[in-house]
């Protein structure tokens, strides 16, 4: 999962490993940058909001600023101008996979899917899209189907970090979890993997109750209080009695929109299951 992996993604490690970024490694921490870019990024989506409403037929200028508007953690806003966008270009397949891939990421998964189906062709598969109907399938309950689109996907970006980590943590939502540690060794091993891939394998072995480890993966991207933060949220989900259904109902809880940027959903079983893409 974010994309994804908000899956994510965002996502169920974002709930469990609670102090994870949202943003690749080499971003995190970097507090007094993203301070002083924050409103020229605000002004930047003002402008592109602007622009949008005195023309939003301007397809391009509605792709840009759903663009904006998802990059600066507003995905509602961007569900509504690319629902606006597919309704006027419905046979516009860049619309309506930018489209389906929001639904994922706001938690409308059914819509998601209905939208995504159009998205792209069977003669002329996208495997983001297929990474993304993968995500709506995990959070729908439906982990067979959802890994079959992850392997589609794989046919078309072999050893995609990406991809095998969700079909890792698809794996683990089906309680398969020998399965899920080696798919998502895989993703880890790869040297494009980022810290939301660490993060998910992480999360898997913490299911495994293999915590040690678990917290290795965990502190090469956090900061050590994050890192045990992160590994005592993990030991309380696992120690739950019922955990299983907890884990689903976290899950469906960390793939709803935030009120504000999570410091998580880089890290979420499901939504990230990540739609990236």
Known sequence: MNTALRLSAAALVALALGACQTRAPETTGSIGRAAARAPLERAEVEALGARYRENPNDLGGAMRYAQALRATDQRTQAAAVLQQAALRNPRNQAVLGAYGKVLVEVGRFQEAQEVLQNAHTPSQPDWRILSAQGSA???LGDHARA???YEAALKIRPEEPSILSNLGLSYALARRLDQAETVSRRAAANPAADARVRANLALVLGLKGRFPEAEALLRQDLP???AEASLASLRGLVAQPNRWKAI??????AAKPAAKPAATSAAALAAAVDPRG
């Open 147 to 149: 890994q079959g689109f």
């Open 224 to 226: 050590p209080a994050e």
């Open 137 to 139: 399938a995990d959070q």
């Open 248 to 253: 689903e109902a976290a899950d469906r809880a």
